[in-house]
């Protein structure tokens, strides 16, 4: 059973950086589409970034430039570099992961998992990692 723990929230004042990690227990990364997700008071979780089985991400569009997502499989570790912060971006902060791998009748195959962005798409989630930026 893959277990998922963040850390590095906080608060800080706008235009400050965080960098939250979500280490996997129980399995590596590698073998797992990796994502961050959101979720603030009162509205829905939201796709952040999902990391693809080459390291690079893909982000949900009005965050790009200032949200870098890595991920280090040697320490079953990913990353979420947040810049420039702003006090919309307070909320909650999740990491989510799905096997990589799924079965279709006999056969295997494998996400594309710089394409889920949807909270639906995840089996594994962590227990969040609070994100506070004040102005």
């Known amino acids: 059973q893959l277990q998922l723990v963040e850390s590095g929230g906080g608060s800080v004042q706008s235009g400050g950086s965080l960098r939250l990690s979500c280490t996997a227990f129980?399995?590596?990364?590698?073998?797992?589409?990796m994502a961050w997700f959101r979720q603030a008071p009162g509205k829905e979780r939201e796709g952040v970034a999902a990391?693809?089985?080459?390291?690079?991400?893909n982000y949900t569009e009005y965050l790009k430039g200032r949200f870098t997502a890595s991920q280090d499989t040697a320490r079953s570790t990913v990353y979420l570099q947040m810049n420039s912060l702003k006090p919309e971006d307070t909320a909650m902060y999740y990491c989510?992961?799905?096997?990589?791998?799924?079965?279709?009748?006999?056969?295997?195959?494998?996400?594309?998992?710089?394409?889920?962005?949807?909270?639906?798409?995840?089996?594994?989630w962590g227990q969040g990692t609070q994100v506070t930026v004040s102005s």
């Open positions: 989510a992961a799905i096997s990589r791998a799924y079965k279709s009748g006999l056969l295997y195959y494998l996400r594309h998992c710089g394409a889920l962005m949807s909270r639906d798409e995840y089996r594994y």
């Open positions: 990391i693809d089985s080459d390291g690079r991400a």
């Open positions: 129980g399995d590596t990364v590698q073998y797992y589409c």
